[in-house]
């Protein structure tokens, strides 16, 4: 359903795309500003994840380091609701296209950058990437020595949190009339993903440690355990109830009572879950577990996981570089021969 708002997103890569994709999934307009000639990095450098971040928008190539192509965005901004960018602190400013001179032009924007360290302070010219974000935030060192397979800093940290900003900024402007600069860093955005071993820190004064945390493997009852086929259970018996089912249903009842045992028997404990784990395999231990309230689940893989997904809309595809640049042109007022001395002139791409 059309929301009747207007994103031009300038992003690249993936915490931008996603962003923009969950608007347009919902119904925003996205309009896509990219740079004429290759676009989008992630076209060429991850084309599968270019297409599955990017369907449903549309693509307009301007080149903003024009004059020129600075004043076409001027004129899509005017009746954008919504900018989100990605560049460098700065970067946009020094283009004529910071926030300052935008709102001139439309004083209800909003104008959202997304960087990995925010506008300012002692990391915000520094270069990062997901890997990055999660070491400086402190959610690397509680996954020691693994990087986790999922962008945590870019989807969690970046995506989801401007998301969330744009849709407060809207809200605010609705009540206000008034649109707004927002500061997006995917290391804030990490850093607030800490709750509880931030807590447990502030608490006791103990650095948490990979392994060692008690949603991080330190007990038997919220632990990973290899079943007889080498596929994996995760097992999440948190609550004493729930750890007090699983001991009936795995015959060690003498193990519920010591479910946060905090002496030497602690890895004896583990042992003797994982032996018993041992003796079936993955789908038999889900199936007879499944019914008991034991928080049993067995460990997907990502092809098991798309194969219980809905499929695609194949109408939904990502666009084209610059597929439509000229009809977007066309309904802010830019005349044809105006648009073929544009292209002519390397201004703008549509074809």
């Known amino acids: 359903m059309p929301l009747g708002i207007t994103v031009l997103d300038l992003t690249r890569l993936l915490p931008g795309a996603t ?11 996205v309009i896509k500003i990219e740079q004429p000639g290759e676009g989008d990095y992630a076209r060429s450098l991850v084309p599968d994840v270019f297409a599955a971040s990017n369907a449903g928008k549309k693509s307009v190539s301007i080149n903003l380091k024009d004059p020129r192509g600075r004043d076409l ?3 899509l901004v005017r009746r954008a ?20 001179q935008l709102r001139e032009v439309n004083p209800r924007l909003i104008y959202a950058s997304l960087t990995g360290y925010g506008q300012s302070g002692v990391y915000a010219d520094l270069a990062g990437h997901d890997v990055n974000y999660l070491a400086l935030g402190g959610v690397l060192d509680l996954n020691l020595p693994v990087i986790p397979g999922v962008q945590i800093a870019d989807l969690a940290g970046g995506a989801m949190q401007a998301v969330i900003a744009i ?21 804030a955005g990490v850093e607030s993903l800490l709750t509880i071993p931030l807590a447990a820190y502030r608490t006791t004064g103990r650095t948490p440690q990979a392994n060692e945390e008690i949603l991080g493997g330190r007990y038997a009852c919220y632990n990973l355990y290899e079943a007889s086929d080498g596929r994996w259970l995760a ?21 519920i009572p010591l479910q946060f045992c905090e002496d030497d028997r602690r890895g004896a404990i583990k042992d003797r879950v994982a032996s018993i784990f041992r003796t079936r395999t993955a789908s038999e231990w889900f199936g007879a ?15 098991e996981v798309a194969a219980t997904m809905p499929q695609p809309d194949p109408t939904q595809r990502p666009p084209r570089l610059g597929e439509h640049t000229r009809p977007i042109l066309d309904s802010i007022g830019v005349k044809a021969a105006d648009l073929d001395a544009l292209e002519a002139a390397g201004i703008i791409q549509s074809r």
């Open 167 to 187: 849709l407060f900024a809207l809200l605010d402007r609705g009540a206000t009339g008034e649109g707004r600069h927002l500061d997006i860093s995917m290391l």
């Open 73 to 75: 965005l001027l004129s």
């Open 235 to 255: 097992v999440g018996a948190l609550e004493p109830k729930f750890w007090a089912a699983l001991c009936v249903q795995l015959g060690c009842e003498e193990l």
């Open 81 to 100: 609701d919504v900018l989100i960018e990605s560049f460098r602190p700065g970067t946009m400013a020094r283009l004529g296209l910071g926030y300052g």
């Open 19 to 29: 962003a923009t994709a969950i608007l347009a999934e919902r119904g925003a307009e």
């Open 289 to 303: 577990l499944r019914s008991h309230d034991c928080c049993v689940t067995p460990v997907l893989n990502v092809a």
